[in-house]
């Protein structure tokens, strides 16, 4: 006799549909076989069944037991299989009279019958969603994060009696709801305030741009400066995620095993600070089944990458294209996954070697070909073009270290912020960008017009700087969002100076590489 029941496997951040046929047969000697490229837990997950239908105070037949993961081309992996096996099974000996093919189930099996929490609940609950089916059988530590996908019907339960019971009707369950709206509203006050942060005006200023247009920036500076205390309270300025933006970061999070059960949605935008000897694939992703890396973890937030001259070269060139893109494409034999990555790439470094350059309270003790070999780093196209905003982040004066004026909130910048982005919806929104810096050649040229004294502005400083056509393009996006910034409808020359302004490494190979880099 052949039962089916029907789950879900996880490729990236997307879920497949799987039927789980189950073949009970005359002899064996209970046998019990697996097939359809299942790993290492699926594999082991015969034994767990076997004691869970025991523990749970049913029979297993002493016949020949075939289980089929289908689509058989695809490789499975997890426990989540365990319980979707396991009412095949029940369903083949008679335990189970009811249909079991019109719901989806996942969950772990522990060998007394209970159900273990497992990854990825919320992409199999928007798998059931797209594809027709509105129930779902979940653990119950994974009611909540399978509960936000909006027209699913989700059941939470503790054993496999308790499945079993709620199948042929003797058991009553009730279906598990959340308020995804609710939660988004539960938002937490931010720990890191930019009111904490004295002085750095300038820096200041041009994160709320970077933040505003979604453009990348790079600080500068000595160490103790604040560039980490800086980049590490850009989150607390950044416009609130809807709900599509909650569940991809959610999901993310999960393929990345970094979800708890019970954790429902992640509702603060992420902050991921990778060390410098990070591997290729911790930053990017990868692996047999791909994982998420650093840069898509911080999608829809921060990625920081401190002390940047120290990453490897290689790993630089390997953000261009999530950079370019804002997503991550990996490739197998068997698939290619893509995983989202729309960020703000903010990176720090030293002036020099050894930090000092440029600060009148320290001398700097390298040679003009030790700084000059310390930037080439980062230099040239594989990143550094690509980075909107170098700005400088100089010594904090004593004055403002002991007090003075009191730093804006960063409630106040955000609601600066979120204006900006108000604009920037309603004019790129049809497009599918929806900030400045994912504007194409032609939405620049037709939204980012100058007049003539701008043109003539921007003229002169590309021939001064030697600045390239990308840094052109980009120069002209900044100035677009400080434009918005300035709910000006149209871009200025102010507008167009300061986004100069903020091409400190541009400028810097114009003068002496041993001299103070002066904004």
Not at 34 to 48: K, M
Not at 169 to 194: C, I, K, W
Not at 274 to 289: E, F, N, Q, Y
Request: proline share 6%; with cysteine.
């Amino acid at each position: 006799m052949i039962t089916k029941t029907l789950s879900g496997a996880v490729y990236g951040i997307d879920a497949s549909l799987v039927e789980v046929e189950v073949n009970i047969s005359p002899g064996g000697n209970g046998e019990f076989q697996i097939v359809g490229l299942p790993d290492a837990a699926i594999r082991e997950s015969r034994a767990r069944i076997h004691a869970a239908i025991r523990n749970s105070g049913f029979e297993v037949p002493f016949r020949k037991i075939t289980v089929n993961l289908a689509p058989a081309g695809i490789r499975k992996e997890g426990a989540a299989f365990d319980l979707p096996m396991a009412i095949g099974v029940l369903k083949g000996t008679g335990a189970i009279q009811a249909d079991v093919g019109r719901l989806l189930m996942a969950g772990e099996l522990s060998l007394d019958g209970h159900l273990r929490p497992v990854k990825n609940c919320l992409s199999l609950a928007l798998l059931a969603r797209t594809t027709g089916f509105t129930k779902l059988i979940v653990p119950f530590e994974n009611a909540n994060d399978a509960a936000v996908a909006e027209g699913v019907s989700v059941y939470p339960m503790h054993t496999l009696t308790e499945v079993a019971g709620f199948l042929n009707g003797t058991g009553e369950v009730s279906a598990h709801y959340v308020n995804a709206d609710r939660m988004l509203d539960q938002e937490p006050d931010p720990l890191e305030d930019f009111k904490d942060v004295r002085g750095q005006h300038h820096a200041k200023r041009a994160i709320e741009v970077a933040v505003a247009g979604g453009h990348n920036i790079l600080m500068i500076g000595p160490p103790g400066s604040g560039k980490t205390m800086l980049a590490r309270r850009i989150p607390s300025i950044m416009p609130q995620m809807t709900l599509d933006e909650n569940l991809e970061v959610t999901r993310i999070h999960a393929a990345g095993g970094l979800l708890h059960p019970g954790a429902g949605l992640l509702t603060t935008r992420p902050f991921r600070a990778p060390h410098h000897s990070i591997s290729r694939a911790g930053l990017v992703g990868g692996g047999t089944i791909p994982r998420p890396g650093e840069v898509s973890l911080a999608h829809n937030g921060v990625l920081f990458l401190d002390e940047l001259p120290e990453f490897p070269r290689h790993l630089l060139e390997g953000l261009r294209q999530s950079l370019e893109d804002s997503c991550v494409s990996i490739a197998r034999v068997q698939a290619t996954l893509s995983f989202p990555a729309s960020l703000v790439l903010v990176g720090a470094m030293n002036p020099c070697h050894c930090g000092q350059l440029g600060n009148p309270l320290h001398e700097c003790q390298c040679t003009p070909r030790q700084v000059q070999a310390y930037r080439s780093r980062i230099s040239g196209p594989p990143l550094l073009d690509r980075i909107d905003l170098h700005v400088d982040v100089p010594a904090i004066p004593y004055k403002d270290m002991s007090g003075g004026k009191a730093a804006e909130a960063s409630l106040e910048i955000r609601k600066r912020i979120v204006g900006a982005r108000h604009r920037q919806f309603r004019r790129l929104g049809d497009s599918g960008n929806y900030v400045n810096a994912q504007m194409q050649p032609d939405q620049v040229r037709l939204h980012c017009g100058l007049t003539e004294e701008c043109d003539r502005m921007l003229e002169t400083a590309v021939t001064r700087l030697g600045i390239s056509a990308r840094g052109w393009n980009r120069i002209l996006k900044v100035a677009r969002t400080i434009a918005d910034l300035d709910r000006a409808d149209n871009i200025a020359p102010p507008h167009i100076a300061e986004a100069v302004r903020y091409r400190k490494l541009d400028r810097a190979g114009h003068c002496q590489v041993d001299a103070p880099l002066a904004d």
